[in-house]
């Protein structure tokens, strides 16, 4: 099988999150895509079929199945338009209907994708010190104008706001003892963000969940981080930018476009380089 090596919100040439893409004509059996996912290594993989005008996709991390993921999607964004060309894809999760747009951008593709309904609900307090004391952290280290939170754009996430930059690339944890926390508490990322303006983020993502120490770009957790903002009435004037992945050597950059409406859909777009094939 032919799968796709792209780096979806990349920086120019360089940077980006490496997904896996593979298309065909059927969806393997879910056995046989968690092999395939495990096989290529990259914090997912994402396998899509013809289904009636829509695509059926679904998405694997090396260990598990996850509901939705944001930069396998830009990914598969950018494989369908170097098969189909240009264009609006209406694609079909396990637990939601989306679309992924696609054009090409010069040597590059450009994407974006609108995520499933945003939802955000404060985190027990339990939880909030369980995961400082998993990275080290201390309640001083917290902003308190972005409270921590159990936060929702397709999948489930935490985040922590930190207030300072030192303090989000000082970020560490043990592997094992994050995925028992994210697993248990169903969570696919912790998010952890610094605001360097009201509009400009960095962002760190562990994804223990998925056996992955971290992901230089992660579009379902921006999705979900800024309709919280948006619930938050934070002053983000219709968009923010995230970059992620410098503390990686992975400088990759997200651009999320945030409606009036509570709950409402978040467009997120970036680039996205090709790799090589396998």
């Not at 694997?60 to 240009?86: M, N, W, Y």
């Not at 945003?118 to 309640?139: D, M, N, Q, V």
């Not at 992955?212 to 619930?231: K, M, Q």
Request: proline share 6%; hydrophobic share 45%; glycine share 10%.
């Amino acid at each position: 099988m032919n799968v796709l090596k792209i780096a979806a919100f990349s920086d120019g040439d360089t940077g980006g999150n490496p997904a896996g893409v593979l298309i065909g004509d059927a969806l393997p059996d879910a056995a046989e895509m968690q092999r395939l996912a495990a096989e290529v290594g990259f914090s997912e993989t994402a396998f899509a079929a013809p289904d009636g005008e829509n695509w059926r996709v679904r998405y694997f991390s090396p260990e598990t199945e996850v509901p939705f993921c944001g930069h396998a999607t830009i990914a598969l964004g950018a494989a369908l338009v170097r098969q189909f060309g240009d264009g609006v894809f209406p694609l079909t999760l396990n637990q939601a209907s989306i679309t992924v747009e696609g054009f090409r951008d010069g040597a590059n593709v450009a994407a974006a994708l609108q995520s499933p309904p945003t939802r955000s609900k404060p985190a027990p307090p339990a939880l909030i010190a369980e995961a400082l004391a998993l990275f080290g952290y201390a309640a001083a280290d917290l902003d308190p104008a972005i409270a921590p939170a159990l936060i929702h754009g397709g999948a489930d996430h935490l985040v922590l706001a930190l207030n300072s930059r030192e303090a989000l690339a000082a970020m560490r944890y043990d592997l094992k003892a994050g995925q028992i926390l994210m697993r248990r508490e169903r969570l696919v990322t912790i998010l952890l963000a610094y605001s360097e303006t009201p509009r400009l983020f960095h962002t760190r993502n562990p994804f223990a969940s998925g056996g992955v120490y971290e992901d230089p770009a992660t579009g379902a957790s921006t999705a979900a981080f800024a309709g919280y903002l948006c619930d938050l009435g934070w002053p983000h004037g219709g968009a923010i930018d995230i970059v992620q992945g410098e503390d990686m050597g992975m400088r990759s950059r997200l651009h999320a476009e945030i409606g009036p409406e509570i709950g409402g859909s978040i467009r997120v777009s970036g680039t996205a380089r090709m790799m090589d094939e396998i």
